[in-house]
T-cell receptor, first 116, second 113 residues
Framework: GAVVSQHPSRVICKSGTSVKIECRSL??????MFWYRQFPKKSLMLMAT?????????EQGVEKDKFLINHASLTLSTLTVTSAHPEDSSFYIC????????????FGPGTRLLVL | EDQVTQSPEALRLQEGESSSLNCSYT??????LFWYRQDPGKGPEFLFT???AGEEKEKERLKATLTKKESFLHITAPKPEDSATYLC??????????????FGQGTRLTINP
């Protein structure tokens, strides 16, 4: 299957700092990438959808100025959590999908963020 | 509104004890139903995609089936390494914009040796 990587796998930061998470599709071109957040023992919550070269579409309730998404190439999307606070601590997971309307989403391994 | 409901929420089986997980859905035009496996602290791992009622797919001890209202993930003679959370998701048709997945809450499966 297709491979999606995320970096870093876990990060600890101080409150007020910004954190960038990278998501890469390693063996296919990802025309669309998705960013999810997952709380303990809960399902995935979609935060935003990004298409290469265009602005991300954010889900209702997700602050676009706080969670900055960039999809600059067909293999890389980044999520920047700006001015992070303890309530932003969570498990962030990206997924990527290739061209075609029925393509499967392949998920990265996730990034555990802890804001102190 | 598109909805996905998985049952049971948690399931404990003995090794070798076959069972089924259920995923009921309501969606305005199904483009695909997906099953994923998620281990603790990791991202979901793709298992199957089903597109139309009557379709079945198999992989090792797992078999997924689809009807117009629900999908089943059958686990035959499971082993402890099959323990994980199994997620079901549907992709709906949209007039415009990217099709997004709607996830169920998952079924936490534990296989005891």
């Amino acid at each position: 299957g297709a491979v999606v990587s995320q970096h870093p796998s876990r990060v600890i930061c101080k409150s007020g700092t910004s954190v960038k998470i990278e998501c890469r599709s390693l063996d296919f071109q990802a025309t669309t990438m998705f960013w999810y957040r997952q709380f303990p023992k809960k399902s995935l919550m979609l935060m935003a959808t990004s298409n290469e070269g265009s602005k991300a579409t954010y889900e209702q309730g997700v602050e676009k100025d706080k969670f900055l998404i960039n999809h600059a190439s067909l293999t890389l999307s980044t999520l920047t959590v700006t001015s992070a606070h303890p309530e932003d601590s969570s498990f962030y997971i990206c997924s990527a999908r290739g061209p075609g309307q029925q393509e499967t989403q392949y998920f990265g391994p996730g990034t555990r963020l802890l804001v102190l | 509104e598109d909805q996905v409901t998985q049952s049971p929420e948690a399931l404990r089986l003995q090794e070798g004890e076959s069972s089924s997980l259920n995923c009921s859905y309501t969606v305005s035009g199904l483009r695909g139903l997906f099953w994923y496996r998620q281990d603790p602290g990791k991202g979901p791992e793709f298992l199957f995609t089903l597109y139309s009622a009557g379709e079945e797919k198999e992989k090792e001890r797992l078999k997924a089936t689809l009807t117009k209202k629900e999908s089943f993930l059958h686990i035959t003679a499971p082993k402890p390494e099959d323990s994980a959370t199994y997620l079901c998701a549907v992709q709906a048709r949209m007039v415009q914009g990217a099709q997004k997945l709607v996830f169920g809450q998952g079924t936490r499966l534990t296989i005891n040796p």
